[in-house]
């Protein structure tokens, strides 16, 4: 299992793709983060607005790496000789996923060390004391270390299941930004325990939410974890 990991992170590494999804993130992270601190007049919310922002655009676009990085294997059927040297196929996709999560967490690391230090600067030069005690930047690190390691996880279960690069990536970014919005929006039940709730309760440890951080953790844990089993039930079954 380790050298099945090792082969995937090298896989992720020498991509052309991997590196301009990093760049994309390294510029619209920070960016998001200034246009934030730029225009908003409530400082001591800027943190909090951060955290829902930034930090799901960089768990998104990882999950999106990993799913179409995975997809685009069907496509070049390339993954037929993983599973030949490893007939148990659902090796492979755990090595995947295990990858995946690695790439996210890292990926998430630098947008929070980033973003939090441009903040702290910012709100430094005006002034304006650090809004929240150290353990309210406690729970918003480890949940945006959390939402950065559960997209990618989801996104290799899509991946599997869909075995199409452009399919997986739509139904990542669709799922989890469209179909969520449109559900809280109509659905007061979903406003409240969606996975936009979620998130929020993760990154957010101000305000009001209807989770606490540990039933926020095992709902977005959770639903990666179904999309990653219907993913390796998918490629169990499938003849390549």
């Not at 998430?108 to 309210?136: E, K």
């Not at 918003?140 to 559960?150: C, H, I, K, S």
Request: charged content about 10%; some cysteine; overall charge positive.
């Amino acid at each position: 299992m380790r050298n099945l990991i090792r082969a995937e992170l090298d896989k992720l590494r020498t991509l052309r793709s991997t590196w301009i999804v990093l760049a994309i993130c390294a510029v619209l992270t920070p960016g998001l983060a200034a246009l934030i601190l730029g225009t908003h007049k409530r400082l001591q919310d800027v943190p909090s607005l951060i955290s829902n922002g930034t930090f799901a655009l960089s768990a998104l676009l990882a999950g999106i790496l990993c799913a179409t990085t995975f997809a685009n294997e069907y496509k070049d059927r390339t993954i037929a000789t993983a599973f030949v040297l490893t007939p148990a196929r659902s090796r492979v996709v755990i090595a995947k996923a295990i990858a995946a999560v690695i790439a996210g967490l890292l990926l998430a690391i630098v947008a929070t060390a980033v973003c939090y230090a441009l903040t702290a600067l910012w709100l430094n030069g005006s002034n304006v004391s650090w809004p929240w005690t150290g353990r309210q930047l406690l729970h918003a690190v480890a949940g945006n270390l959390a939402l950065g390691m559960a997209l990618p996880l989801a996104g290799v279960g899509i991946a599997a299941s869909t075995q199409s690069p452009g399919v997986a990536g739509t139904v990542v970014g669709v799922t989890w930004v469209g179909v969520s919005n449109v559900l809280s929006a109509v659905f007061t039940f979903f406003r409240h325990y969606g996975i936009g709730a979620a998130q929020s309760a993760l990154t957010q440890p101000t305000g009001h939410h209807y989770y606490e951080f540990l039933g926020a953790l095992a709902v977005t844990l959770g639903v990666s974890a179904l999309a990653l089993c219907a993913g390796m039930r998918r490629a169990q079954l499938t003849d390549v």
